[in-house]
């Protein structure tokens, strides 16, 4: 058994511990909602700060990062954003991978997180020690790594992709003769391996919500639904990529649903994603696309834990107090920059979009 076989075994358990330590989001009546929401649009004002959120946060942050001038996106645009952004500071709400992609592009920018405990468990299966153990073994390939990764991850890698852009990157690599390392994402690199025919190893990490969607109950709500399409983020397991109308990143999925001619869509992503679906979409139905089947639990239910952590309390706080910085060593912040500007200038010259990961 190779080493990135054994590691969903070690790490899953450390995973799931994690996520069922979890603390839930305190809940806010109405009027504590609006109480929060405008002392932090104050606090922004004040201390020239600006909102960042990603797609899976809860709905009231998207909203009030768009009602501060601020952003909802993906992980790499939430940081393309921020670089260009003139405030001095970078409120980003989601999980710890993001704040650190966002102070790689931004290094002279304060990087305030709602709280530095929010993982992802592809951030997390993925240590650097092991995984520069498994690149090791294969001195012959090129090391290709998804987004949702540690900043010491970045750095040991040739190349950083995205959802959107994995395919082009990796047939290029191909066309000149390069074997491929994959990490950290299992069904990514599965789906990417499908579609282009690459020699790659996959690093055997996962996303603990896309992971969980499952294929027979998918069946049973398609034949509920006959005339639903759906779409699927590629960290999906195989056989449910397979029923897909659609594959595709967070942002592919919402242009995705908003051309779509069926008024239902069956959507296998997180569901903190309907928010701009919803405003994409209007008039459509959103249906989650099933978690769990008869004989099993969900540990997500189609929501990420971590994402689920940021609270209008804890930005509140955070931003108040400028605690939860995101600091980022410099000579692994340059050494990403690397592997990150491949991809830019790669995707720039083939008219690619650059962002999509989750
Ligand atoms: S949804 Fe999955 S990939 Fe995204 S942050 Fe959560 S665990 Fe990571």
């Known amino acids: 058994m190779s080493l990135a076989e054994k590691v969903p075994q070690a790490l899953q358990a450390k995973i799931e511990k994690i996520i069922d330590n979890v603390k839930p989001s305190p809940w806010l009546n109405e009027t504590q909602k609006i109480d929060y929401i405008a002392k932090i649009k104050a606090l922004l004002v004040e201390k020239s700060a600006v909102l960042i959120a990603h797609y899976y946060?809860?709905?009231?942050?998207?909203?009030?990062?768009?009602?501060?001038?601020?952003?909802?996106?993906?992980?790499?645009?939430?940081a393309n954003f921020g670089a260009k952004h003139k405030a001095d500071k970078l409120v980003v709400c989601g999980v710890r991978f993001m704040g650190e992609t966002a102070k790689i592009l931004s290094p002279e920018k304060i990087v305030i997180m709602p709280t530095l405990e929010a993982e992802c468990s592809l951030d997390l299966g993925c240590p650097i020690d092991e995984f520069s153990a498994f690149c090791d073994q294969h001195p012959d390939h090129i090391v290709v790594v998804y987004a949702n990764t540690s900043v010491e991850v970045k750095a040991r890698a040739d190349w950083i992709v995205t959802s959107s852009n994995a395919i082009p990157i990796v047939e290029n690599l191909m066309a000149e003769g390069k074997k491929i390392v994959w990490g950290p994402d299992r069904h990514l690199g599965q789906?990417?391996?499908?579609?282009?025919?690459?020699?790659?190893?996959?690093?055997?990490?996962?996303?603990?919500?896309?992971?969980?969607?499952?294929?027979?109950?998918l069946?049973?709500?398609?034949?509920?639904?006959?005339?639903?399409?759906?779409?699927?983020?590629?960290?999906?397991?195989?056989?449910?990529?397979?029923?897909?109308?659609?594959?595709?990143?967070?942002?592919?999925?919402?242009?995705?649903?908003?051309?779509?001619?069926?008024?239902?869509?069956?959507?296998?992503?997180?569901?903190?994603?309907?928010?701009?679906m919803n405003q994409a979409a209007p008039n459509k139905r959103l249906i989650p696309a099933p978690t769990g089947d008869k004989s099993a639990t969900c540990k997500s239910?189609?929501?990420?834990?971590?994402?689920?952590?940021?609270?209008?309390?804890?930005?509140?706080?955070?931003l108040r107090d400028q605690t939860n910085v995101i600091e980022v060593d410099e000579v692994m912040r340059q050494r990403a920059l690397v592997p990150l500007n491949r991809m830019l200038t790669f995707s720039r010259a083939h008219g690619i979009l650059t962002a999509g990961d989750a």
């Open 301 to 318: 239910c189609a929501h990420c834990p971590w994402m689920a952590m940021n609270t209008l309390i804890n930005l509140y706080e955070a």
């Open 57 to 78: 946060v809860d709905d009231d942050i998207q909203a009030l990062a768009e009602a501060t001038g601020g952003y909802v996106s993906d992980s790499l645009d939430m």
């Open 219 to 276: 069946e049973l709500l398609m034949t509920r639904y006959p005339e639903a399409e759906v779409l699927v983020h590629p960290e999906s397991p195989e056989g449910v990529i397979a029923k897909a109308d659609f594959v595709g990143s967070t942002k592919q999925i919402i242009a995705a649903g908003q051309r779509s001619e069926s008024e239902t869509l069956i959507i296998a992503t997180d569901h903190g994603l309907f928010y701009k």
């Open 191 to 217: 789906y990417i391996n499908n579609k282009t025919g690459a020699e790659m190893v996959l690093w055997q990490g996962y996303c603990v919500v896309h992971d969980e969607f499952k294929l027979n109950e």
